[in-house]
């Protein structure tokens, strides 16, 4: 039986709702498609900030020198990427309402910014009884240990719990090890999803 939902962050509870500003950067800075989100997430410093090797500051300062730009516009930069960005406040809501039922946990590769972000600019912390974040755990999805680690800091068996990601190759690591696992993409009906596994709001 269910009885922990464990969430990922980035392209679940907060989306990129408004690609352009990215596309006005990557064309501004002559990089290709998606150039600047390999760069953020992909490039060696950008899994080294995820993997807690370096801070996101010192990320952003990499890539102000790998690109050339001023303090100033490596700022403008950093902005504009996180622009488009939304938190989906409905789904954080709903997640309020398990937490009367149920625990509930993150588990993110993320950079150093994720934790005070949580707590103080989103101010959702609270509605989490563990966050799991990769810069903090030295190991970054699909890698099992992150799982078990979080099921072990919540006292859960792999059977009791589910996990819900935008990739699917982190959904077949969390199913791997043992979880539940759901494929979250736009227009999913979560609730329902989690209903057919047992899981109820109610």
């Known amino acids: 039986m269910i009885q922990a939902i464990i969430f990922d962050v980035g392209g679940v509870l907060l989306r990129t709702e408004d690609r352009a500003p990215r596309q006005q950067w990557e064309a501004k800075l002559g990089l290709p498609p998606g150039g600047a989100e390999a760069l953020v997430f992909n490039s060696a410093m950008g899994q080294k900030a995820q993997r807690g090797e370096i801070t996101e500051p010192e990320l952003w300062q990499w ?4 690109l050339d730009l001023s303090v100033l516009e490596t700022a403008a930069f950093r902005h504009g990427f996180w622009a488009g960005d939304k938190l989906d406040t ?3 809501a709903y997640i309020r309402q398990l937490k009367n039922r149920y625990q509930t946990a993150i588990i993110s590769n993320y950079a150093s910014n994720l934790r005070p972000e949580l707590t103080d600019l989103f101010k959702i912390a ?28 919540l006292g859960r068996q792999p059977a009791e719990a589910v996990f819900i990601d935008d990739f699917q190759h982190n959904v077949a690591a969390a199913e791997a090890v043992g979880l539940a696992a759901i494929h979250f993409q736009p227009g999913l009906d979560l609730p329902a999803a989690l209903q057919k596994l047992g899981v109820s709001s109610g």
């Open 63 to 66: 890539i102000g020198s790998h």
């Open 90 to 92: 409905g789904l954080v």
């Open 126 to 153: 609270d509605a989490f009884d563990e966050i799991i974040i990769s810069c903090e755990e030295k190991i970054m999805k699909p890698d099992p240990e992150i799982f078990y680690r979080a099921l072990a800091r």
